[in-house]
C-alpha cells in the first residue's frame, strides 16, 4: 500500500514557475513508476509526466509539457516533484500524483496506475 500526498499547488501569473511535491508513505517507494496528471472540470484525466523507477531515471512527458516541465524524485525523502516553468493559462487543472507498480512498465495510462494522491489546484492567470 502506498499513500501519496501532494502539495506546492497555488495562483500564479502566466510565465511563472511553480514545484509540486508528492510526498509517499509505504513500502519500496523507489520500484515505483510515478506519474503526474492533470484535471479540469469536465475533462478526463490526462498524462503530463512519469519517471521510471529504473537506476537511470528515465523521463516521459506529454508533448504539451515538454520543455517547460521536469520531473525528478528523491528516493531517500521518497518525494517525486514536478517542476513547472513558463506557465500557461492552459496549464490551468488539479494536478495529481500516481505511483504504478511495482516495477511498472507504463507510463501514460491513468488505468495502470495503482494509487492516487488527492490532487493540487495549480491556476494560472493570464
Known amino acids: 500500500q502506498v499513500q501519496l500526498v501532494e502539495s506546492g499547488g497555488g495562483l500564479v501569473q502566466a510565465g511563472a514557475s511553480l514545484r509540486l511535491s508528492c510526498a509517499a508513505s509505504?513500502?519500496?517507494?523507489?520500484?515505483?513508476?510515478m506519474g503526474w496528471f492533470r484535471q479540469t472540470p469536465g475533462n478526463e484525466r490526462e498524462f503530463v509526466a512519469a519517471?521510471?523507477?529504473?537506476?537511470?531515471?528515465?523521463?516521459y512527458y506529454a508533448d504539451s509539457v515538454k520543455g517547460r516541465f521536469a520531473i525528478s524524485r528523491d528516493n531517500a525523502k521518497n518525494t517525486v516533484y514536478l517542476q513547472m516553468n513558463s506557465l500557461k493559462p492552459e496549464d490551468t487543472a488539479v494536478y495529481y500524483c500516481?505511483?504504478?507498480?511495482?516495477?511498472?512498465?507504463?507510463?501514460?495510462?491513468?488505468?495502470?496506475?495503482?494509487?492516487w494522491g488527492q490532487g493540487t489546484q495549480v491556476t494560472v492567470s493570464s
Open positions: 509505504g513500502r519500496a517507494f523507489s520500484s515505483y513508476t
Open positions: 519517471i521510471s523507477w529504473r537506476s537511470n531515471g528515465r523521463t
Open positions: 500516481a505511483a504504478e507498480g511495482p516495477y511498472g512498465t507504463t507510463w501514460s495510462l491513468v488505468s495502470e496506475y495503482d494509487y
